[in-house]
């Protein structure tokens, strides 16, 4: 009697006990997006794309490539997509890996899947670094601006760092000795500080340290009117000017990609964490006496991140495009190694004689944008909580 | 709001200061010097460079070349380097090549966008708006330059008309009607290009804005006291959804400068953004800094246009 009776309370306990969510995170995540069709053809689309590259950079690289991308036919110039090589002509190093020209070959006879197959893994790095790059930034400004958005920098912070700058600045200009000198001082003040730092402040304080110690700006408007500066160039433009004074190479346009689009992360993130830091869990893991830092990246962090992810998607998209067309200006990669956009700008001579040198890389860089961005809005989709409910 | 816009014109001239700042520093301490542009040139002895460099105050420490910079930018007295024009005069022929451009992607984007938008939230989920949302974002993705050529190839296989330039070369001396078809047609593709991706963002958005307000209670009741379909959709959701578009009116003025160098550049059409890209190419620094102030100048302005603009169409805003 009793033995059942317990039984019935265990069973009763359980019912009401908390139960786990039957899926996880991930699992609800998926079902979600396996919903919307086109952002999964985007994601099937833009995992081909990533093998593509990865295999092509294998492929066409090293002292002795499988598809050669830069080994010059010229007396097999201008051939279509599936022509077969004149064998007559050609010395047996130079046959086609494929005994064909699957996309044809350029005006100096070049084979355009190796070439296209080359450029694959520079569109893909290109999106991906100068993306990193923006996101990491991003994160970390609008990080700052929306949790110490409301401390503020104190007169004598921005006077220490006029004088720091100033100092290097006159050292990078050959006035060696009174920057060393500024340097100095500005150095001498922070230890200074900092070994002052408990008296200060109980001291009285005379009026010129009133002064020093004022509220200047507070943090967060400060980052906000960086990004508001940083709004104010014309992007592309800036790109550009900044491309074409510095020496051709992938990484600097990696970087200058990545250093003029950390804007709307920022935004977003510093949006985000307005909202999170009044919730109630921050306020618990605060009383916990965890630390600021364990605080932003492990208990905030997490759930700022869907806006972040969709913008990051899309902007990759968007770095492609901005690679494709400065390579199209000739700014790109330099001459010898091939992208989507140069192989393109090569073609556009030949644009009636042999379309295939346009439509090609154009329609190669359509799909893979298209990917992204139809992925990316996927995504957009399922992380919004507000469009959840609806399902 | 008096102190508002006092307030954000400070704010804004501010902001302005340090983008002068930042251009200036970007461009000049980038490596490269403008004398190096083209060393093979037999006329560049160094004497000339030096005299060149004199002349333009390049041996100056970069603050005094800074001040000296925006001395001749206030006083309309800069010249650009390569050929000893004043830049704001280059700036304003350029600009006045441009605007044909901006006006018409701007009237092809505001009128095609809105009815497509307003169609397919109307139709939501039907064929009609999957087709509109997956050709959108077919836009947003083609590169501008792709599209470009196989418009090029189309309308010349087509229509067999030139397109490329201004005018037709050499046109001359023919009757009016012939002049100005001309100048439509070489008018038109540059202009569509333009408008593309303003279409497929602008569409999207108000069918996003349609959507939200014919969720909302007050369309309920509309339909359901009875009135026409087309009393709801285009008398009740769509005077609420258009709330935000008027402002965004502001936000279109920077596409003034920006114009695209790369539309320019195929179409050889002698526009500002392929001025900025010469001038690139041949470190014009003047006139590349002018550019750059002008179209911070003008964000600013279309940003602050566009807060005034929320102001008054908003009773719910007061600051």
């Given at each position: 009697?009793?033995?059942?009776?317990?039984?019935?309370?265990?069973?009763?306990?359980?019912?009401?006990?908390?139960?786990?969510?039957?899926?996880?995170?991930?699992?609800?995540?998926?079902?979600?997006?396996?919903?919307?069709?086109?952002?999964?053809?985007?994601?099937?689309?833009?995992?081909?794309?990533?093998?593509?590259?990865?295999?092509?950079?294998?492929?066409?690289?090293?002292?002795?490539?499988?598809?050669?991308?830069?080994?010059?036919?010229?007396?097999?110039?201008?051939?279509?997509?599936?022509?077969?090589?004149?064998?007559?002509?050609?010395?047996?190093?130079?046959?086609?890996?494929?005994?064909?020209?699957?996309?044809?070959?350029?005006?100096?006879?070049?084979?355009?899947?190796?070439?296209?197959l080359q450029g694959a893994w520079v569109s893909l790095t290109v999106g991906f670094v100068a993306v990193g790059i923006a996101v990491l930034i991003g994160i970390f400004m609008g990080g700052i601006a929306g949790y110490f958005g409301q401390y503020h920098i104190k007169v004598d912070h921005i006077l220490l760092t006029f004088i720091l700058v100033s100092g290097a600045g006159l050292v990078a200009g050959k006035l060696i000795h009174f920057g060393a000198l500024l340097l100095l001082l500005g150095l001498g003040h922070i230890l200074y500080s900092i070994l002052t730092k408990k008296r200060s402040r109980e001291k009285a304080v005379s009026s010129w340290s009133a002064f020093l110690s004022k509220n200047a700006v507070s943090v967060d408007t400060l980052i906000m009117r960086i990004v508001d500066i940083m709004l104010c160039f014309p992007s592309f433009f800036l790109i550009l000017t900044v491309v074409a004074l510095l020496p051709a190479s992938i990484y600097n346009i990696m970087i200058v990609i990545g250093l003029t689009s950390w804007m709307g992360t920022t935004r977003f993130v510093r949006a985000e964490f307005l909202s999170l830091r009044e919730q109630d869990f921050v306020a618990a893991v605060?009383?916990?006496?965890?630390?600021?830092?364990?605080?932003?990246?492990?208990?905030?962090?997490?759930?700022?991140?869907?806006?972040?992810?969709?913008?990051?998607?899309?902007?990759?998209?968007?770095?492609?495009?901005?690679?494709?067309?400065?390579?199209?200006?000739?700014?790109?990669?330099?001459?010898?190694?091939?992208?989507?956009?140069?192989?393109?700008?090569?073609?556009?001579?030949?644009?009636?004689?042999?379309?295939?040198?346009?439509?090609?890389?154009?329609?190669?860089?359509?799909?893979?944008?298209?990917?992204?961005?139809?992925?990316?809005?996927?995504?957009?989709?399922?992380?919004?909580?507000?469009?959840?409910?609806?399902? | 709001?008096?102190?508002?816009?006092?307030?954000?014109?400070?704010?804004?001239?501010?902001?302005?200061?340090?983008?002068?700042?930042?251009?200036?520093?970007?461009?000049?301490?980038?490596?490269?010097?403008?004398?190096?542009?083209?060393?093979?040139?037999?006329?560049?002895?160094?004497?000339?460079?030096?005299?060149?460099?004199?002349?333009?105050?390049?041996?100056?420490?970069?603050?005094?070349?800074?001040?000296?910079?925006?001395?001749?930018?206030?006083?309309?007295?800069?010249?650009?380097?390569?050929?000893?024009?004043?830049?704001?005069?280059?700036?304003?022929?350029?600009?006045?090549?441009?605007?044909?451009?901006?006006?018409?992607?701007?009237?092809?984007?505001?009128?095609?966008?809105?009815?497509?938008?307003?169609?397919?939230?109307?139709?939501?989920?039907?064929?009609?708006?999957?087709?509109?949302?997956?050709?959108?974002?077919?836009?947003?993705?083609?590169?501008?330059?792709?599209?470009?050529?196989?418009?090029?190839?189309?309308?010349?296989?087509?229509?067999?008309?030139?397109?490329?330039?201004?005018?037709?070369?050499?046109?001359?001396?023919?009757?009016?009607?012939?002049?100005?078809?001309?100048?439509?047609?070489?008018?038109?593709?540059?202009?569509?290009?333009?408008?593309?991706?303003?279409?497929?963002?602008?569409?999207?958005?108000?069918?996003?804005?349609?959507?939200?307000?014919?969720?909302?209670?007050?369309?309920?009741?509309?339909?359901?006291?009875?009135?026409?379909?087309?009393?709801?959709?285009?008398?009740?959701?769509?005077?609420?959804?258009?709330?935000?578009?008027?402002?965004?009116?502001?936000?279109?003025?920077?596409?003034?400068?920006?114009?695209?160098?790369?539309?320019?550049?195929?179409?050889?059409?002698?526009?500002?953004?392929?001025?900025?890209?010469?001038?690139?190419?041949?470190?014009?620094?003047?006139?590349?800094?002018?550019?750059?102030?002008?179209?911070?100048?003008?964000?600013?302005?279309?940003?602050?246009?566009?807060?005034?603009?929320?102001?008054?169409?908003?009773?719910?805003?007061?600051?």
């Amino acid at each position: 009697m009793m033995n059942i009776e317990e039984k019935t309370f265990n069973q009763d306990f359980q019912f009401q006990a908390p139960l786990a969510p039957k899926q996880t995170r991930l699992q609800a995540f998926w079902f979600l997006f396996k919903q919307n069709r086109l952002a999964i053809v985007g994601l099937f689309i833009f995992i081909l794309f990533f093998c593509s590259a990865l295999i092509g950079l294998f492929l066409t690289s090293g002292p002795e490539p499988i598809f050669d991308p830069a080994l010059i036919r010229l007396q097999e110039k201008l051939r279509p997509p599936l022509a077969k090589p004149n064998l007559d002509s050609l010395r047996p190093e130079e046959v086609p890996t494929l005994d064909f020209y699957l996309m044809g070959t350029d005006d100096l006879g070049r084979d355009v899947f190796a070439r296209m197959l080359q450029g694959a893994w520079v569109s893909l790095t290109v999106g991906f670094v100068a993306v990193g790059i923006a996101v990491l930034i991003g994160i970390f400004m609008g990080g700052i601006a929306g949790y110490f958005g409301q401390y503020h920098i104190k007169v004598d912070h921005i006077l220490l760092t006029f004088i720091l700058v100033s100092g290097a600045g006159l050292v990078a200009g050959k006035l060696i000795h009174f920057g060393a000198l500024l340097l100095l001082l500005g150095l001498g003040h922070i230890l200074y500080s900092i070994l002052t730092k408990k008296r200060s402040r109980e001291k009285a304080v005379s009026s010129w340290s009133a002064f020093l110690s004022k509220n200047a700006v507070s943090v967060d408007t400060l980052i906000m009117r960086i990004v508001d500066i940083m709004l104010c160039f014309p992007s592309f433009f800036l790109i550009l000017t900044v491309v074409a004074l510095l020496p051709a190479s992938i990484y600097n346009i990696m970087i200058v990609i990545g250093l003029t689009s950390w804007m709307g992360t920022t935004r977003f993130v510093r949006a985000e964490f307005l909202s999170l830091r009044e919730q109630d869990f921050v306020a618990a893991v605060k009383a916990l006496g965890v630390s600021n830092f364990r605080i932003i990246f492990r208990h905030m962090m997490p759930n700022a991140v869907a806006p972040v992810l969709v913008s990051a998607t899309i902007g990759i998209a968007t770095a492609i495009l901005t690679e494709a067309g400065l390579s199209f200006l000739g700014f790109g990669v330099p001459p010898p190694h091939a992208t989507w956009g140069n192989i393109l700008s090569d073609g556009k001579r030949f644009i009636f004689d042999a379309p295939w040198l346009t439509f090609i890389p154009g329609v190669a860089i359509l799909i893979v944008v298209l990917s992204f961005n139809l992925f990316g809005e996927g995504l957009r989709d399922t992380l919004n909580p507000r469009l959840r409910e609806r399902h | 709001m008096l102190s508002f816009i006092g307030r954000s014109i400070v704010q804004k001239i501010i902001t302005l200061f340090f983008v002068s700042i930042v251009s200036f520093l970007i461009i000049h301490l980038a490596p490269g010097k403008p004398s190096q542009v083209d060393p093979m040139n037999p006329k560049f002895t160094p004497e000339v460079v030096e005299r060149f460099r004199k002349e333009f105050h390049l041996d100056k420490p970069l603050h005094v070349q800074y001040l000296y910079f925006y001395q001749d930018f206030f006083s309309g007295k800069t010249v650009s380097w390569k050929d000893n024009q004043s830049v704001l005069k280059k700036i304003w022929e350029r600009f006045l090549n441009s605007l044909p451009l901006f006006i018409v992607g701007t009237i092809i984007t505001w009128t095609l966008s809105f009815p497509i938008g307003i169609r397919s939230a109307i139709f939501r989920g039907r064929l009609y708006d999957r087709s509109a949302t997956f050709i959108s974002y077919l836009l947003i993705s083609i590169p501008g330059f792709f599209f470009a050529y196989i418009l090029i190839i189309f309308v010349v296989t087509h229509f067999h008309v030139p397109v490329i330039g201004m005018e037709t070369f050499g046109i001359g001396k023919t009757s009016m009607p012939h002049i100005f078809m001309d100048r439509i047609w070489h008018l038109l593709l540059p202009s569509v290009l333009g408008a593309t991706g303003g279409i497929a963002v602008l569409s999207r958005y108000v069918r996003s804005q349609m959507l939200e307000v014919e969720g909302q209670d007050y369309i309920r009741t509309a339909r359901a006291k009875g009135l026409p379909p087309e009393q709801v959709h285009y008398k009740h959701a769509l005077r609420n959804a258009l709330l935000p578009f008027v402002t965004m009116f502001g936000l279109i003025l920077p596409g003034l400068i920006g114009g695209s160098v790369i539309i320019e550049s195929i179409f050889s059409w002698p526009g500002m953004g392929r001025m900025a890209y010469e001038a690139i190419l041949a470190r014009d620094y003047p006139v590349i800094l002018t550019v750059n102030f002008v179209s911070a100048v003008l964000v600013l302005i279309g940003t602050f246009i566009s807060d005034i603009l929320y102001l008054m169409v908003d009773p719910r805003i007061r600051l």
